[in-house]
């Protein structure tokens, strides 16, 4: 079975800085990796997704990410937050098998200060 | 675009009470799911439905049912609540193709009292 880790519960930066949220996955053959982002009160809303092909897919709102399969990473970037970032960032891994189920990082809340 | 709705916002219901949450999606998809979010625990899915009356059971399917009757509605079901129930629900849908994107509603925040 698949699993995803988000290792920072919450992060702050000051706006205008540069942004990494960092994501590891556990799966055996090639994933399906998103990036969701949660303001509050709402949804999840897709940021960016891979699938294959170039390792750097960018993404909604100006940010990022990086496949690293030696290191099983999904890492998401930003060059420079705006307040507006302010929100919780989920890192899910999907399968081609089954029925292809969709399992979720626990999240990492950005407090973006000014 | 993609709009997935739960029918309710908020929702205040009492031990032992049956509860229905209903979702609705607009785009045909053949996929629909039901999450339940916990602080720092994150999404964990309960139930997910591939076809109408098929379902399957998620992760954490105690103490849920879910129904399907019609392809765009997919209705969560708390038999008897409790209040370890309480918690952000969020239903979301996808298209068929393995790498289509969730798509979610806003949630539906429940409290058991």
């Known amino acids: 079975a698949q699993s995803v880790t988000q290792p920072d519960i919450h992060i702050t930066v000051s706006e205008g800085a540069s942004l990494e949220l960092r994501c590891n996955y556990s799966?055996?053959?090639?994933?399906?990796l998103f990036w969701y982002v949660q303001s509050p009160g709402q949804g999840l809303q897709l940021l960016l997704k891979y699938f294959s092909g170039d390792t750097l897919v960018q993404g909604i709102k100006g940010f990022e990410a990086e496949f690293k399969r030696s290191q099983s990473s999904f890492n998401l970037r930003k060059p420079s937050v705006h307040w507006s970032d302010a929100a919780e960032y989920f890192c899910a891994v999907g399968v081609e098998v089954g029925y292809q189920k969709v399992t979720f990082g626990t999240g990492t809340k950005l407090q973006v200060i000014p | 675009d993609v709009k997935v709705t739960q029918s309710s916002r908020y929702l205040v219901k009492r031990t032992g009470e049956k509860v229905f949450l209903e979702c609705v999606q607009d785009m045909d998809h053949e996929n629909m799911f039901w999450y339940r979010q916990d602080p720092g625990l994150g999404l964990r899915l309960i139930y997910f439905s591939y076809d109408v009356k098929m379902k399957e059971k998620g992760d954490i399917p105690e103490g849920y049912s879910v129904s399907r009757e019609k392809k765009e509605r997919f209705s969560l079901i708390l038999e008897s609540a409790s209040t370890n129930q309480t918690s952000m629900y969020l239903c979301?849908?996808?298209?068929?193709?393995?790498?289509?994107?969730?798509?979610f509603g806003n949630g539906t925040r429940l409290t058991v009292t």
């Open positions: 979301a849908s996808r298209g068929e193709a393995y790498n289509s994107p969730l798509h």
């Open positions: 799966y055996g053959a090639t994933p399906y």
